[in-house]
């Protein structure tokens, strides 16, 4: 007889996925997608919904789905070193190269830059984040459980907050939603849906997945059937949360155009917004609580980063690595947030799709058999057309390839020519897999 998961659990995993997702650096994204979209606000917000919320949640569910203990392990259907380069590229990403940075940079944005001249030097920005990563490090060497309390505190304080800021710029809008701007004026979805790369929130549910299942395995449920079960029910309750609050920040960075004008970047606009509202106090208590809520989001990625790496290179203490990360982290934060956000996209434009890929192929593994062949061609072409659409504002002698993926691959002028080659790089290799298989057979018998 199964055991039964008490529905009391499964929203409390609910709660906890939503937890894990929604950083606050995530807060700034649908500002800055809801002020460069404007009137065109829904079908951008759709676009940013469907790479920020269900792809995450999806590869939450390809966990249970695979049965896989680790990411490396679910990699390595490809290719077993595949399996360590992609892990080892995504733990780089959504930690010191740009999701850690980012906490500092955040944190200054919002709790910091408000209060000080426009015309300030980069100083004040290098001293809070020797202050920040400091405390960072410090909390990652001692693990304590203060760091728990601290989170389970402030995420209902900020969750109040935010929601209290998202109301009234809803009910009360700061202004008109203006003409949209750059892409945004033909391409609002697809620009939406990449804007979703920005969040991280899809590699990072490599990472989460594999905490929630075995959360689920630990309550009781023992069958596949009641993992999946558990979980959809609990992504559920999640993607409702994510969604709403995602679709009211859009909201709040379409109206704020009118009064305060095109800013750099969405901790600006929130800052902004917040001030607009309630003042300097206002400000003050968003600036705080994001500040710690980055501090911990930051010691959480700093001990889940240096656990994996001691795990690849066990010569390398945890300590070693914890600081390591920590000082690497300080300095590429003094890029300044919106330089980051920059540095980011290409990277994310080339390592997002394959994870797209990955999270399909996983729920499609029985149809095909699980052969590696699909699951290279699928990726090998997938990162191909990522790459030049990635090198080509970088690389002149690309633009004639590029050309011509523009004229013979659909929906790459969009940034979703990969989603082809995908489709096309699983049939190649499905069909040599099969040509193998019958070549392999004929020597046998032979």
């Not at 304590?144 to 389970?152: E, H, N, P, R, S």
């Not at 023992?222 to 979980?231: E, L």
Request: with cysteine; net charge positive; glycine share 10%.
């Amino acid at each position: 007889m199964e055991n039964k998961v008490p529905f009391s659990f499964v929203v409390i995993i609910g709660l906890m996925l939503f937890a894990l997702f929604f950083g606050a650096g995530n807060l700034i994204f649908p500002a800055m997608l809801g002020q460069s979209s404007g009137t065109n606000i829904w079908s951008a917000n759709a676009g940013f919904l469907l790479t920020g919320v269900g792809l995450p949640l999806l590869g939450v569910l390809a966990f249970g789905f695979s049965g896989k203990e680790d990411l490396q392990s679910l990699a390595s259907r490809v290719h077993p070193v595949f399996g360590v380069v992609f892990t080892t590229i995504l733990y780089l990403a959504i930690g010191p190269l740009f999701a850690i940075p980012r906490t500092g940079s955040v944190s200054f944005e919002i709790g910091v830059k408000p209060f000080i001249s426009e015309n300030a030097s980069t100083f004040p920005l290098l001293v809070f984040t020797l202050i920040f990563f400091g405390i960072t490090c410090f909390l990652s060497l001692n693990p304590a459980k203060v760091v728990d309390i601290v989170g389970k505190f402030l995420t209902p304080i900020k969750l109040t907050f935010i929601g209290i800021l998202v109301v009234v710029a809803v009910v009360h809008p700061i202004g008109a939603l203006q003409a949209p701007i750059d892409n945004y004026t033909k391409h609002a979805f697809t620009n939406g849906f990449q804007e979703g790369y920005l969040t991280m929130d899809t590699l990072a549910s490599f990472v989460f997945g594999i905490i929630i299942i075995n959360a689920i395995k630990e309550k009781g449920a023992k069958t596949k059937k009641q993992v999946m079960t558990v979980c959809l029910k609990a992504v559920g309750i999640a993607a409702v949360i994510l969604a709403a609050i995602y679709s009211a920040l859009t909201y709040l960075g379409a109206s704020s155009v009118e009064k305060l004008g095109y800013l750099e970047n969405g901790g600006e606009v929130l800052a902004q917004v917040s001030d607009y509202y309630f003042g300097t106090y206002g400000g003050v208590f968003l600036g705080l609580i994001i500040t710690v809520a980055c501090l911990t989001t930051s010691v959480g990625l700093i001990t889940s980063c240096a656990a994996y790496f001691h795990k690849l290179f066990p010569r390398l203490s945890y300590k070693t690595l914890a600081i390591s990360l920590c000082v690497f982290s300080a300095v590429i934060a003094n890029i300044g947030l919106t330089h980051l956000i920059a540095f980011s996209v290409p990277v994310l434009t080339i390592l997002y799709p394959i994870a797209i890929v990955l999270i399909v192929l996983t729920f499609l593994h029985s149809l095909f058999q699980g052969r590696p062949e699909v699951y290279q061609g699928s990726i090998l072409l997938t990162f191909v057309i990522s790459l030049v659409q990635s090198l080509k504002s970088f690389d002149h002698t690309l633009s004639v390839i590029d050309q011509f993926f523009v004229r013979s691959l659909p929906m790459y002028d969009v940034g979703l020519g990969w989603v082809i080659a995908a489709l096309a790089g699983g049939f190649i290799g499905y069909a040599a897999s099969l040509i193998k298989n019958k070549e392999g057979l004929i020597w046998t018998k032979s």
